[in-house]
């Protein structure tokens, strides 16, 4: 029998309860009766950032050796956490879809239930028989009835794939950021020998004093330049340059404007 048939026919009943199904129609339920709805969400979506964040720490870089080291001692943990409750978040969502599935004569809207049952022919299946060889005596469904294995397909598709997909996206967003924060690092570094080379130095939030005592505040911040304000001096102005990557490159000194 293919899945898109057997899908509405088997899925439901008492042995589905055992892999997710009752949890997740109660969650479901009691979240729109209480309000607890939102909160649901904002676990998943807390859950989410935490597990895609923990990979995106382990594969960035750090200006330190140890630096590097214990952000990444941090992460572990993290990531144990998110993977969890990621993990349980997916679970229920897949938990939802086959129970909503089960029910024929709740099938509404039908768009929807038409492309939940071709996702079961064209992508669940297949991605299930990628993760698990398909056998009739696998041994998890050996522990279920027929019927029950094909949700246990679904929540096991869903969840694992949806970890590894959460798991590339951290891990890509970490290697995307090296360069970026490499090049900040050196920008801030060069920033601060040109300061010291012109003898410009912060004093406090945004305001600054040069060797010849003459204190600035920041005024405006352009494309390519920020300018200073030298407090007590009317119509005068100062200049710093930068480029595309933040270094600062040329310094006006006070000029009248």
Known sequence: ??????????????????????????IYKS???????LLAVAIFVAALWLYV???????????????SILVRI???????????????????????????????????????????????DHIVLPLYN?????TELNQVEALLDKNASIGYKWIVSITIWGLLIFAVLGIKRGISQRKSRALAWEAEEHNQAFMDEIGLSEISNNQFID???????????????????????RNRRAYIEFDENGKFINWSGIIKI
Do not use: H
């Open 53 to 67: 964040q923990s990979w995106t720490w382990l594969f960035r870089n750090y200006r330190s050796p140890v630096g």
């Open 31 to 37: 979240s729109k009766n209480s309000g607890g709805f």
């Open 130 to 134: 990628s993760l698990v060889p398909y």
């Open 74 to 120: 941090f992460s572990i943990p993290t990531l144990v956490i998110g993977l969890i409750l990621t993990s349980f978040s997916l679970s229920v969502i897949a938990a939802l879809v086959v129970d909503f599935m089960s029910n024929m004569d709740a099938a509404e809207p039908l768009i929807l239930y038409t492309i939940l049952v071709w996702s079961s």
């Open 211 to 233: 060797d010849d005592g003459n204190r600035y505040r920041l005024e405006n911040e352009f494309r390519g330049m920020i300018e200073l304000f030298p407090i007590g001096r």
């Open 1 to 26: 029998m293919k899945l898109s048939s057997a899908v509405p026919k088997t899925i439901a009943g008492a042995a589905m309860a055992g892999i997710g199904l009752s949890l997740g129609r109660d």
